[in-house]
């Protein structure tokens, strides 16, 4: 099954900047959606950000205009940059991959997010 292994996360300042990658391996049927999501204490995941085959990025309405995600599909990567971090931003992030035609669902195993005030 694919395996997804997520690097990236830490601690920064507000206002400050972090880079998300998450890496596909052991694919059979190629990726459609990779993005990402997070899960602040206590409450549900929710998507952050996702990229599919056909279509166009998705962004929650709470990072538009400070992340953006990117994807190498040649590398079967996908990327998040965060820009202007709030404190709110602070969560575990979640890599996700649907996979085309089988449309199975894989998660990574989390990377934290802290920002300080």
């Known amino acids: 099954q694919v395996q997804l292994a997520e690097s990236g996360g830490g601690l920064v300042q507000a206002g400050g900047s972090l880079n998300l990658s998450c890496a596909a391996s052991?694919?059979?049927?190629?990726?459609?959606?990779m993005g990402w999501y997070r899960q602040h204490p206590g409450k549900q995941r929710e998507l952050v950000a996702t990229?599919?085959?056909?279509?166009?990025?998705i962004y929650a309405d709470s990072v538009k205009g400070r992340f953006t995600i990117s994807r190498d599909y040649a590398k079967n990567t996908v990327y998040l940059q965060m820009n202007s971090l709030k404190p709110e931003d602070t969560a575990v992030y979640y890599c996700?991959?649907?996979?085309?035609?089988?449309?199975?669902?894989?998660w990574g195993q989390g990377t934290q997010v802290t920002v300080s005030s």
């Open positions: 996700n991959a649907v996979t085309d035609f089988t449309n199975r669902d894989y």
């Open positions: 990229t599919a085959l056909r279509g166009s990025a």
């Open positions: 052991n694919i059979i049927f190629r990726i459609n959606h």
